[in-house]
Structure formats: structure tokens, C-alpha cells
């Protein structure tokens, strides 16, 4: 596979006129909306970064998607977890394009973000297939205080850089678990797109059991200040990197 860094930007955030007005006309609504977008059944704030692109139908991770859909399908994997499901768009697009998935698992520590997946994934009747569990992962069992952005619930982070860089003023506290504590199944093909704001190794420690009993693949987006750490700890792990959309970082069982 080749790698598509987005030299010049991701194409799908570029500037365009028309849907610059389209977000701001959308902006003026107050009230939450169920429309159909992408196939799917959404429930959309359109105050929302994530929820306004969706809403106004601004492409977002077209091709980080669309490979998601190609390697779970020939690859045969059955099981896909969403670490940072923020409102469920790969939990409900894949839950409903890809019927060979048997169980998907949608990880949301914010407790009013959850609630918004959960509601995503009723209207598409995938309650049955996605479980939404509101908690995060890490390397400890542990309460911490999750730094939060109301105009955009995909910025939530636990890294303490990203919150004093970032400025933000909100905080609230979850639930963080051990993921090798919850899941201990073995000889499964799994995919995990892996989107937690730069506590990506932090939650990648507490599953190297699964990971090295288990056939997966992971999709992890990693910041500038991250991508070489995370691969180095990847790697004895035995994991190696295979492809680049842009900030994702996919990795593989080393052969």
C-alpha cells in the first residue's frame, strides 16, 4: 500500500466557500436533529465540529473509512473496537456496511458524548451489535479529569500537553479501565481504530496482552510529537507499520 501523508492538508478540511456558509447557517440551530447521512441514521448537533460536517455533508475521513471497510472485509476480522467513538461514526458506518462483523465494541469516556453515541447507535437498531461502553483506557484502573471543548467533543483529552496548549477551561471526570482486564479472548482478528487525543500509549499499555494473543490490525492516530514513540513501543510488541493516511498510523502483526 502506498502512504497518503496530506502534504499540503487533509482535502477533506480544505477551505471551500459554500460549505464555510453552510457551517455557520448551521451553527444558528439550537436544538439537536435526526437526519439520514452516509446511509445512516444520525442524531446531530449541529453547534458540533464533527456533528456540523456530517450535517451539512462535508466529507471526513473518507479514505481512512473506506479502508477500514477493505481490510476488515479480506482480512476476515469479526471483531472491531472504537477506542474514542466520540458520536459513533466508524461504530455506525461500519456496524451498517459491514454485516461479517460480529460484535463491534464503541469506547466513550465523556458521559454526555456517550449519550449522543448511544442514541446513534439505537437509530440504526445496532444496540444489539455495538456495545457503547463509557469508560476510557488506559494503563491503570483510574478516575481522571478529561479536558473538554463544548464546540468540538472530538478535542476531549487526557494529555496534559494538549490541555495547556489547547487553553481549555472545561473539565470533567471519568472512568478510565485496563482493556486486557475486560476483553481476554484469544485467536480473534480484530481492528482498532484507535483516536484518544495523545493518550495513545497510555491506552495501547493496558491491552499488550490481547495484542499479542490476537491477530490486529490498528489504526491509531498519533500526533507529530508521538508517531516515533508509538512505534517504538510498538515494535516488541510485535507490531509494525504498514501505511499512512494522513495523522493514522496503521500497524500489523510483524511477519
Known sequence: MTTTPYPFGDPDLAFHPLMSLKKRLARLRRHP????RLGAMWELHPRDWIDNRLFIGRPFEREQLALAK?????????VFFDCGSNIGLYSVLLGCRVPTLSKLHAFEPVPSTWARLSKNLELNDLKGRVTPHNYGLGAVP?????????????TATLNQYAKTQRGFTESQDIEIRVFDEVFKGS?????FKIDVEGHEIEALKGMTRYLKTNDCILQIEAWDNNQDELIAFLAPHGYEEFHRIGPDIYFKKAT
Open 33 to 36: 436533529v435526526t437526519v439520514e
Open 70 to 78: 477493505e481490510l476488515i472485509e479480506s482480512r476476515e476480522i469479526d
Open 142 to 154: 483510574a478516575h481522571m479529569k478529561i479536558a473538554l471543548d463544548q464546540s468540538s467533543s472530538g
Open 187 to 191: 485467536k480473534q482478528c480484530a481492528f
